[in-house]
């Protein structure tokens, strides 16, 4: 596998591994039970892997490099899509529909 291959792949594994961290504790903060267990399944998944990878080949400073990208890059894309689905849910009027839903449920 080419270097620029490798790197390119820990850039995203940082990627995907931060960006599902962030959307979990959104789903954690908002007390959604599947979302969060799934979004930390993946997320301990990913950190395991990219753990046993690194450690194998902790001489090449570029990778450790690389995933670093992808991990501060991650957070970032989590946030803006967060953002993003509470516009959304604005827009929908989701959010009234909760409070009925919890007067309702108060009751």
Not at 70 to 91: E, R, T
């Amino acid at each position: 596998m080419s270097q620029f291959l490798l790197h390119l792949i820990y850039i995203v594994v940082g990627l995907v591994e931060t960006f599902i961290a962030t959307m979990g504790f959104k789903f954690l903060q908002r007390n959604m039970i599947i979302p969060v267990f799934i979004t930390d399944w993946v997320y301990n998944f990913l950190m395991c892997y990219v753990l046993v990878t690194l450690v194998k080949d902790t001489q090449n400073v570029w990778l450790i490099v690389s995933y670093s990208t992808g991990y501060a890059l991650g957070g970032v894309f989590g946030i803006i899509f967060d953002k993003y689905l509470a516009k959304l849910a604005k827009s929908k009027g989701l959010k009234r529909w909760k409070r009925k839903f919890l007067k309702r449920i108060k009751r």
